[in-house]
């Protein structure tokens, strides 16, 4: 399954610098491949705009996650092994990792 | 007079010569798929209408279908099946609304099947000679995937019934039947073992000749119907009784008969789900095949449709069914290598689905976090908590009737997130609302590289 999502919102931000109101769009891919029975990878990724510098001094930033494998153990058990990177607030280091676990899903 | 001498003549040249040479050649495992139209989770079904008579075309067969079902109403429309515990069932995909059926259609020499209904067969040189079967030969309780053991049922006369289920596991029992037949051929060799070789007992009943208009056949089944039969095994019990009692039809005498019929040494167990899978891919979609004409290779309908409907056409026209995450993830991910990063993470992610107008309009609440394994890391470490609401609505295009359909999807989203950064030093609150409108495509098609890409 795959789509895009595109969103136009109006809000307030509050944090230790003081609150403001911006307006923001955000876009959203997520894709689902099942390549067999068992194993399976998605994208989902966002990508965020505004015309202030709300984003740690930018005015854009992203946020990928990618679970490159995941297959189900044992159910409701599942491994996973993602990827993942962008600049995740509240500071908006960019950041990008590998990560392998295991994750309890209820009624997928 | 005349006539009914002749009928008795050709029932005592006919029936004899069978029963000498009773030879079962196989038996076809033929895979079906149900859907639950009413509310799932308990209670009763009947005003919601539960029985449709999905792929059964042509006028006789469904006179008998609509008979069957208004005789069997009150009592075969009941739902036990669960509800969901994370999604309003009837709408959505991961809704206990499905159904496996495994149609065991004996291959037996000299007989075809009798007016689409699974336990009973006509002799092929004389239609008006049906055999009805006195119980299902083979008994499974449960069914094993790679992925998890079903429970299966005998729920009608030759009828194996594997309910309850998402629509990831229907199609997880399809797509493994599909690749692996000894899924269901070993475990019904076995039950054959077990008892002692497959075995079918008959009462034979020789009809009237059709004549003038009658059509001893449908008056047959349609009087079964009236007197509330219909393909339950308790209930199929007293259907065989009362044949077997009979001595008159139509006017005319006839004489029941019990024939046992044994398989032969070679027997092969086939099993077929392509046209079941194909079904259960085009069934999440609103047009198409929703109500409509049931995709290439549609199963022939079951016990004339009692509680089932073959194919896609089981679902009511117009109804949209959502595909949506698993209601509840609880995931920890320890980190491997990266920049910027502690020792993993522990995140949670729920959502609860409220569809509505048969799931072209929904609301969806969803909540989702994360808190870093290690937080007192001074580097990128982030603790999140966040909040949706949207109301939305669907709107389906599906060119391709078997394949799910394109979906649009708009409406109103509002958000509220927070967020903490390593040692709580720097700390964000956002409340946010907009429009919002998302495209989705259910597959990527043709791609031959893959099992399947539907989405489970």
Known sequence: ???????GSSGSMNGTTGSTSQFEGNAKFNAKFRWTELFNSSIDARYLASHDRIYGGRKTNYLINVDLLKFIVKEPFEFAATWRCGRPEPDYKKSCAFFAGVSLTSNQ | MTKMTITTLLFLSVAPAFAQNPTITGLHVRADVAVATGVAGGGSMASMGTTTTGAITTGSEMSMAQSTTNATAGSAMTVTGKKSPCASSPYTADGAIFSVLLVLEPQIDGLTKFRNVNGAMADQKTPQTVYFMTSTPIQLTSLRTQRREYAVTNKYINELWIENLSWADASDILSELQATPALVTGPIADAIRAAGGLSYSFVAVTLPIPSGGRRPDVDLTDKLAEQGSNYRPDRWARTIDTLSKMTSFDGEPVTPKNVTITASSNAQVTVEATPAATNLAAIIGAVGTNGG???VGAATGTNGGTASAAGAGAVPVGRILLVDAPCLTVALLPALTGSNVTGGTLQFSGRYLFPWQQGHSF???????????????????????????????????????????????????????HSTAAGGGMTMSKAAGGAKGSISFPNFTPCSWATTLAPR
């Open chain 1, 1 to 7: 399954m795959s789509g895009t999502t595109g969103t």
């Open chain 2, 293 to 295: 004409t049931a995709s």
């Open chain 2, 363 to 417: 609301a969806r609440l969803g909540i989702s976090g994360e808190s870093p394994l290690n937080s007192g890391s001074s580097v990128s470490s982030l603790s999140k908590f966040g909040a949706v609401f949207d109301l939305a609505f669907n709107k389906d295009r599906q060119p391709d009737a078997a394949t799910a359909p394109v979906r649009f999807t708009g409406g109103l989203t509002t958000t509220f997130d």
